[in-house]
């Protein structure tokens, strides 16, 4: 019943992205090409923040956030879901994140935190990918990976903002949530661990009860 809830929410949203955005992108472009378009934006956003532009920074960054939601949307709803793309895209999401927290600095230890966590992710997709032929097919994100990363571009956001203004307030609202992001991506994680080990048991008719 909750799986059948999630794909109601996913198509619906995937429905929403499709009227306002896919509509005016030809059926010729593939999601992955998308995908790149995000990896071309990491050093542009990176270039902003260090020169000071601060809020031309944040808009990039906030499309090439954009861009996650539309290539997802595009896999599904067109079907063009790849097993590449299932590693390239969330790989372009972390560079995207990481790029902003490092500008963001050491002097806060959450952020040097994530900043661990967030290589350490980047590496168990490589691995993920690489080990494909002995732990099974590749996985796509889970929906605690999705709402961690809507919290991280939000708490990016507000830092960013924070730091224009120099508002002191908002820099602890951002901490607030990138620690809640924190939360989310360590579940996300997990659940990542238990769908590898089910898809792995399962491809070797390995009988195990998974609730």
Same mark, same amino acid.
């Given at each position: 019943?909750?799986?059948?809830? %999630?794909?109601?929410i996913?198509? /619906?949203i995937d429905?929403f992205?499709d ?12 999601? %992955? ?5 995000r ?6 956003v990176?270039?902003l ?9 944040l ?6 956030a954009?861009?996650?939601a539309?290539?997802? @949307? /595009? @896999?599904?709803?067109r %079907?063009q879901? $790849?097993?590449l793309g299932?590693?390239?895209?969330p790989?372009?999401d972390?560079l995207?994140? #990481?790029?902003v927290?490092? *500008?963001?600095?050491?002097r806060?230890?959450l952020?040097?935190i994530?900043?661990? *966590?967030?290589?350490l992710? /980047?590496?168990?997709v490589?691995?993920?990918y #690489?080990?494909t032929?002995? #732990?099974?097919?590749?996985? &796509?994100? %889970?929906y ?5 990363? =809507?919290?991280?571009?939000i708490?990016? &956001?507000?830092?960013i903002?924070g730091?224009?203004?120099? =508002?002191?307030?908002?820099? =602890? ?6 620690f ?7 579940? @996300?994680? /997990?659940e $990542?661990l238990r ?5 792995f048991?399962k491809?070797r ?6 609730e």
């Amino acid at each position: 019943m909750k799986a059948t809830k %999630n794909i109601d929410i996913q198509k /619906m949203i995937d429905g929403f992205i499709d009227k306002i955005f896919l509509r005016f992108i030809s059926d010729s472009v593939r999601p %992955n090409q998308v995908t790149v378009i995000r990896f071309l934006l990491v050093p542009v956003v990176y270039l902003l923040l260090v020169n000071h532009m601060l809020i031309l920074g944040l808009i990039v960054f906030a499309i090439a956030a954009l861009t996650d939601a539309i290539d997802g @949307a /595009m @896999a599904r709803t067109r %079907n063009q879901i $790849t097993d590449l793309g299932k590693v390239i895209d969330p790989i372009a999401d972390k560079l995207l994140v #990481l790029t902003v927290l490092f *500008y963001i600095g050491w002097r806060f230890l959450l952020i040097k935190i994530f900043i661990v *966590y967030i290589l350490l992710e /980047m590496l168990a997709v490589l691995v993920g990918y #690489l080990s494909t032929p002995f #732990l099974g097919r590749t996985i &796509g994100a %889970n929906y605690f990976g999705k709402i961690k990363l =809507n919290l991280q571009c939000i708490s990016i &956001g507000f830092f960013i903002i924070g730091m224009v203004i120099s =508002n002191r307030v908002m820099i =602890n609202v951002a901490k607030y949530i990138l620690f809640v992001a924190l939360f989310f991506a360590i579940v @996300a994680g /997990m659940e $990542t661990l238990r769908r590898r080990a089910k898809i792995f048991l399962k491809e070797r008719n390995i009988n195990v009860i998974y609730e």
